[in-house]
């Protein structure tokens, strides 16, 4: 098979990784891509949000199956565009990304499907919504309606919190037009866990679960990130309470969007809260989480292309996955100044040693190389340090002592991934 994934961060680095062994493939190209995904497949220099570039060079390199990897892309028709094309595209239509695209309409359609999550309400007027907040009280949490790359959702400890995040999005319009709307959701308190399914539209299987830590800082503290690190699998998920998410929230989400006439195919990630009345839904995401895919892709055993390719021709009933019993961890290493402005520009040494660490693995995000070879910071996350073990101690041990190898005083990363299950 000739594939083409599409994005540049650590989870499509981890994506290629795992592709690379699949026995399926032929060829693989990733847009842009990082100085990581250029180890295992050929760059191809064209921005994943760039859908008539990505359709012209899937059809003139006879591409076998697209791979989405962010939600960007997703939301912006990319896979209507290469079926349009006819090229098979393991990922959500437009219509069905709206599941990460609007909180309202994920919002709803959990009142459709009976789904259990928080009791929520929509204001498109900031007084009505501060009115709310100061009848209803903290904790709560506002939300900005539209895509806000992570950054729109206030956990409000206090009202005062909470009345200033209404002004800051809806009024100021700190996220631009995602703020036009916001979602006011009931605070739901427990252990929050990510869990992944590969879907067809029809069926739904289990892919793992994972725990992020999306405070930049130890601890849980500090401002919310795109996630600083994860394991897997996550002890506070038991297989029951697996079973009891995939089947009153995953499939009840796949069938109702059935119904719809929108089938949902690729990853469904749901971000769960594990409450003293089961889990519940905090929200759909359309794609593998990052990082969570790379912890997640490090116990798969089964050949990841196969799996996605079932999961685009409809056959994921029979289909079976295999993993590794080891648990595993992934690291980012950050620049400083993320997430609130990154410093870009830094060289980074010592990877070879950090790769060489027994059990590690390093996928690349925020980097870019000098044609020397010297590879750079150019984002916020920067790399992912993920290890496996034989149990989590001892993943974590690989895992540290990697990044420990690596050389970039510019960097930082949270020292205690994990630490809520250790
Ligand atoms: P999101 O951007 O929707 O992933 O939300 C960011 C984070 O806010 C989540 O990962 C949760 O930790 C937290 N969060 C969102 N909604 C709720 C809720 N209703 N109750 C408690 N925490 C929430
Ligand atoms: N790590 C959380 C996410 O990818 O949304």
């Not at 995602?178 to 308190?189: N, P, S, Y």
Request: hydrophobic share 45%; net charge negative; aromatic share 4%.
């Amino acid at each position: 098979m000739r594939v083409l994934v599409v994005g540049s961060g650590g989870r499509e680095h981890a994506l290629c990784w795992a592709i690379a062994a699949s026995p399926l493939l032929t060829k693989l190209w990733c847009a842009p891509g990082n100085p990581g995904t250029a180890s295992v497949a050929e760059n191809v220099d064209i921005g994943a949000l760039d859908i008539p570039a990505l359709v012209a060079f899937a059809q003139g390199n006879a591409i076998d199956l697209v791979i989405p990897g962010p939600e960007a892309p997703l939301v912006a028709g990319l896979t209507d565009a290469m079926e349009a094309a006819g090229i098979p595209c393991c990922g959500p239509s437009q219509a069905a990304a709206q599941l990460e695209g609007s909180k309202t309409f994920t919002k709803e359609l959990c009142d459709a499907a009976g789904i259990p999550t928080a009791l929520w309400e929509r204001f498109e007027d900031a007084e009505a919504a501060k009115e709310f907040v100061r009848r209803r009280g903290a904790p709560i949490v506002v939300k900005a309606d539209g895509l806000a790359a992570g950054k729109g959702v206030v956990v409000a400890a206090t009202e005062e919190e909470a009345l200033e995040a209404i002004e800051a999005i809806m009024v100021a319009r700190s996220l631009g037009e995602a703020g036009a709307a916001v979602v006011i959701e009931e605070c739901l308190i427990g252990e929050e866990v990510s869990l992944f399914a590969l879907c067809d539209g029809e069926h739904a299987l289990a892919l793992g679960a994972a725990q992020d830590h999306k405070r930049v800082g130890d601890g849980d503290t500090g401002p919310n990130t795109g996630g600083m690190g994860a394991y897997s699998p996550p002890p506070a998920l038991t297989a029951e309470l697996e079973q009891e998410a995939m089947s009153r929230i995953l499939r009840p989400a796949l069938a109702e969007m059935a119904r719809r006439g929108t089938p949902f195919r690729g990853i469904l990630f749901a971000g769960l809260m594990l409450t003293g009345d089961g889990p519940k839904l905090i929200e759909f995401n359309v794609r593998f989480g990052d990082p969570e895919c790379q912890a997640l892709l490090l116990r798969l055993k089964s050949d990841l292309l196969a799996a996605l390719q079932a999961a685009c021709d409809g056959e994921l009933k029979h289909f079976d996955l295999r993993w590794h019993d080891h648990p595993s961890i992934a690291v980012v290493l950050a620049a400083r100044g993320y997430p609130a402005a990154p410093e870009s520009g830094s060289a980074i040494r010592g990877l070879d040693r950090a790769a060489a660490v027994p059990d590690a693995q390093v996928f690349h995000a925020g980097t870019r190389a000098d044609p020397d070879g010297t590879i750079r910071a150019a984002g916020g996350r920067v790399l992912t340090v993920c290890a496996t073990g034989k149990d989590l101690h001892a993943a974590r041990a690989s895992a540290y002592a990697a990044v420990d190898a690596i050389d970039w005083p510019e960097g930082f990363c949270r020292r205690d991934i994990g630490y809520r299950a250790l």
